[in-house]
């Protein structure tokens, strides 16, 4: 495309959707959600003073004041950028996606994103994070009068320690809940210090390998503090960060009581021949948020998290 | 556990004092380097700077010119396993007396720790602007061919903390906890 084409199609979007995007990027990059700060702190405070557990996450606290006064971006990988996304029937969902893939545009010229995404043949940086399948976009329609975006930054070192597992597995065990919190937790003994812990997983036990992945990372999306609706899946979140927390791992694999900050635990149907457990992996710089959209005008009515 | 204020370069006695779990804050020169770096070492290429007595930083910082000199913006370290095949090799060749990292490195670097005098130093992964903060100058870059976040940036920082997970013993806080945390796992399997 030529620099006038480009210029062109620039100024085609919506520019109050434009700033709207570009504005929930800033926030996601550079300031940490409420609920996971709180969570941060209320480990912090369970950790022994003086020790490497405390050291690190005094240094994490210190850090996520710091992006937030500076403006700057909480951890230089910006990650992968994931959409989710609501809009009205009817609403025009491509002009939303143009609108969007420029503010990261304009986001990463600013400096709120890392220049990330990589030619998987050649090696290339766009060096505007828009490629073959980046940013990735959820798109999901509603019958509310609004349209929400949810963006959700998920960094490399952490997505590398992603697991899937297929059950029955010979050291793990069955297809039954004992099956899946073993191979859970086989993921979390894996992962040791490496997906930059305290660390928050997004689990789905069922649907195919790709779907099975996708909803996992989904859970994310879920407050920290919530309440699985399926009691049978709650005590199961709990039990996996209790003996998580009682396998010593602790921050960064240092040593301590904090390895997970929490589980969020979802379900999808499976075919009678498979059984899979995939876990997504997240880290302490867990960067997601979302904004409530007034469809006619494309500015924020609310912001989320 | 100690804790240390050191200065680089640094010699070997220092740093075959320090064990694992020590916390060790680093002034002076640093140098980054990550995947590139290394593998145009391990082909052959001579570095451009005297790395004796130095500490190699696994990070590709994110800089921004201003006027003639270069601002650092965030630079928190990068996972050092990539750099396992070639590491000991630049310890051995190179006499450098540490790195800095993020999520350990394997037997290889352990062993060359060991022999050439060496240590693995975890700085806090993700603490980007932190780890800014600490270097306060940036006095040089060398293969800027490499792109950015894979040349070779001369740092000068103060008090950077890290903490030794692998001495110049044989040890490895990484294998330790891995072990350790294997064990209380297994003893908390549901059936
Ligand atoms: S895993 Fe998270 S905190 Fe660690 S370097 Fe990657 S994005 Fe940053």
Redesign the pocket.
């Known amino acids: 495309m030529s620099a006038t084409a480009q210029q062109a199609e620039q100024k085609a979007v919506d520019p109050a959707l434009f700033e709207t995007v570009l504005e929930l990027i800033r926030r996601t990059s550079t300031i940490l959600p409420d609920d996971v700060v709180r969570a941060i702190e209320t480990a912090h405070a369970t950790e022994e003073k003086g020790s490497n557990a405390d050291v690190a996450l005094n240094i994490i606290g210190c850090n996520i004041g710091l992006a937030k006064d500076k403006s700057a971006p ?6 992968t950028i994931l959409f989710y996304i609501h809009t009205p029937v009817g609403y025009d969902q491509l002009a939303l996606e143009e609108a969007a893939t420029e503010a990261v545009r304009e986001a990463t010229r600013i400096g709120y994103l890392r220049q990330n995404s990589v030619d998987s043949l050649t090696g290339k940086n766009s060096g505007d994070n828009t490629g073959p399948g980046s940013p990735v976009f959820h798109f999901h329609q509603w019958r509310k009068p609004h349209v929400e975006i949810k963006v959700m ?7 590398n ?1 992603n697991a899937q597992y297929s059950l029955p597995h010979p050291d793990l065990g069955g297809r039954d809940l004992a099956g899946v919190e073993n191979a859970i937790l086989d993921c979390v003994l894996q992962a040791q210090g490496q ?2 812990g305290p660390g928050i997983l997004g689990v789905c036990i069922g649907g195919d390998r790709g779907t099975s992945y996708a909803f996992a990372k989904e859970q994310l999306l879920r407050l920290l503090d919530d309440t699985n609706t399926d009691p049978v899946l709650g005590d199961l979140e709990k039990r996996i960060v209790d003996k998580a927390n009682r396998s010593g791992i602790g921050p960064m694999g240092f040593g301590g009581k904090t390895t997970l900050l929490a589980c969020k635990i979802g379900v999808a149907n499976r075919l009678p021949a498979s059984f899979f457990v995939s876990i997504a992996y ?4 867990y ?1 997601r948020r979302g904004v409530e959209i007034d469809a006619a005008s494309g500015a924020a009515v609310g912001w989320l998290y | 556990m100690a804790n240390y204020n050191l200065t680089t370069p640094l010699d070997e006695a220092t740093v075959r004092s320090l064990n694992v779990g020590d916390t060790v804050s680093i002034s002076g020169r640093l140098y980054t380097g990550r995947d590139a770096m290394h593998h145009r070492i391990h082909t052959g290429t001579k570095p451009p700077v005297d790395l004796a007595g130095h500490i190699i930083y696994h990070c590709g910082p994110v800089m921004v010119k201003e006027g003639d000199h270069w601002k650092c913006n965030a630079a ?4 050092s396993s990539r750099e396992e095949p070639y590491q000991w090799e630049v310890m051995r060749d190179y006499g450098i007396r540490g790195v800095i990292g ?1 999520g350990g490195m394997g037997p290889k670097t352990l062993d060359g720790c060991a022999k050439y005098g060496a240590v693995y130093l975890h700085a806090i ?4 602007q932190v780890c800014a903060q600490w270097i306060k100058r940036v006095d040089g870059v060398d293969w800027m061919d490499l792109g950015s976040p894979e040349a070779i940036w001369h740092l000068w920082v103060e008090d950077f903390m890290t903490i030794v997970t692998m001495d110049a013993h044989g040890k490895s806080l990484h294998k330790e906890i891995f072990e350790e945390s294997k064990a209380k796992l297994l003893a908390l399997k549901a059936s």
């Open positions: 909480i951890c230089q990988d910006t990650g930054l998920k960094g490399g070192g952490c997505e320690m997906g930059c997240m880290c302490w710089a960067r | 928190g370290p990068t996972t993020k992964g993700g603490a980007a």
